[in-house]
């Protein structure tokens, strides 16, 4: 396994739109290892192939409470409810986090490592981190969302960067 060097913000790949993954080989495989120990090491709760700078649909989320590591091949949010307010940050944009609105639910499907289908239905931080990677598998970042450029903060170093709901409204 290898720690892998995260794109920051302007890097373009950050921009792209990543490709469905076609077949699982060993490839894929390894990369989602090395994006598992990138993500500890960094450390985050999320990242996406993207972020590591090859435009695919391959995400990894961990480091959250009660959560045991996984990994996403082709994600995609299929249903969402509620609306609640959060603060975010990104390894890609070090140093700043904003409040944007995020679901309060989420529901994710994709695949698994072995190719099987999977549904994820989520609530809170991991509800946040799934539509968060998934947005960044579709080339969008989380400051896309801010309502006003002034919901975007400096953090101090080793300040969280993702928090629980602020603030939770019903949609």
């Given at each position: ?6 794109r ?82 990104c390894l ?35 509800a946040?981190?799934?539509e ?27 300040e ?12």
């Amino acid at each position: 396994m290898a720690i892998l060097p995260i794109r920051t913000v302007p890097d373009p790949v950050l921009r792209e739109k990543g490709k469905r993954i076609r077949t699982i080989d060993n490839s894929i495989i390894k990369l989602a290892a090395d994006m598992l120990e990138t993500m500890h090491d960094a450390p985050g709760v999320g990242l996406t192939a993207c972020q590591v700078g090859i435009p695919i649909r391959l995400v990894v989320i961990g480091n959250i409470a009660d959560v045991e590591d996984f990994v996403l091949v082709n994600p995609e949010v299929v249903k969402t409810k509620g609306v609640r307010t959060v603060t975010e940050g990104c390894l890609s944009i070090p140093g700043y986090s904003g409040t944007i609105k995020r679901a309060e639910q989420v529901t994710v499907k994709g695949k698994d490592l072995e190719g099987r289908e999977i549904r994820i239905k989520a609530y809170d931080l991991l509800a946040q981190a799934l539509e968060h990677e998934i947005d960044h598998s579709n080339g969008i970042l989380y400051i896309d969302h801010l309502e006003n450029k002034s919901d975007l903060r400096k953090v101090k170093p080793g300040e969280e960067e993702m928090e629980d709901a602020e603030e939770v409204t019903e949609e």
